[in-house]
């Protein structure tokens, strides 16, 4: 159980255009949904959090009109990166979590690795 | 300074050893402490779980939390090349959906 998934797993763009990824809880509810970032040897670094129904909460210095979230049921969120440029390559991972879990409760996707040219 | 500091390695040990990975942290507000393993492109599988301060242990997995010094470690027993992965440490404030802070990750190789 408890199991995420992300498409598409790898993504490559031409710099200028837009990307959308999806993530998808296949077996639970996810009531919150979060997206990640990381860079090569680097930490997951959290981008926003996103609850159904509602608009993501962005992390300081994201760009909320670059990184689009839509968490439009309890089953699927996507991260659409608008007019991308190559410093947005980097691997992009989603969690999600049911109401009332704990935060150690955060099922992981395994992850979108994005390459703009 | 970073909230979660972590040693990024990386760190080969030979199979069979006793490997201890380690995180320091600078938020006293931390209560809920996690160990994840990333295999190459791929995302973050828990591993274990601790809260507060103490020991737990699953199988060749103990975890350690002291947070009166602020340092948290994992031991692997009986190291196996399977177990060459990438370990983050993490950590929350609370028990609610809150925001989970990562460390950087210590590359480990075993090597058979």
């Known amino acids: 159980g408890a199991v995420v998934s992300q498409h598409p797993s790898w993504v490559i763009c031409k710099s200028g255009t837009s990307v959308k990824i999806e993530c998808r809880s296949l077996?639970?509810?996810?009531?919150?949904m979060f997206w990640y970032r990381q860079f090569p040897k680097q930490s997951l670094m959290l981008m926003a959090t996103?609850?159904?129904?509602?608009?993501?909460?962005?992390e300081q210095g994201v760009e909320k009109d670059k990184f689009l979230i839509n968490h439009a049921s309890l089953t699927l969120s996507t991260l659409t990166v608008t007019s991308a440029h190559p410093e947005d390559s980097s691997f992009y991972i989603c969690?999600?979590?049911?109401?009332?879990?704990?935060?150690?409760?955060?099922?992981f996707g395994p992850g979108t690795r994005l390459t703009v040219t | 300074q970073k909230e979660v500091e972590q040693d990024p390695g990386p760190l080969s040990v030979p199979e069979g050893a006793i490997v201890s990975l380690n995180c320091t942290y600078s938020?006293?507000?931390?209560?809920?402490f996690m160990w994840y393993r990333q295999y190459s492109r791929k995302g973050p599988e828990l591993l274990m779980y601790?809260?507060?301060?103490g020991n737990k242990e699953d199988g060749r997995f103990t975890a350690q939390v002291d947070k009166s010094s602020k340092y948290i470690s994992l031991f692997i027993r009986d190291s196996q090349p399977s177990d060459s992965a990438t370990y983050l440490c993490?950590?929350?404030?609370?028990?609610?959906?809150?925001?989970?802070?990562f460390g950087s990750g210590t590359r480990l190789s075993i090597r058979p």
């Open positions: 969690s999600a979590q049911t109401g009332g879990s704990v935060s150690y409760e955060q099922y």
């Open positions: 077996d639970f509810q996810a009531t919150t």
């Open positions: 996103s609850n159904e129904g509602s608009k993501a909460t962005y």
């Open positions: 938020n006293s507000a931390f209560q809920y």
């Open positions: 601790t809260y507060s301060s």
């Open positions: 993490a950590m929350s404030a609370d028990s609610s959906a809150s925001k989970i802070i």
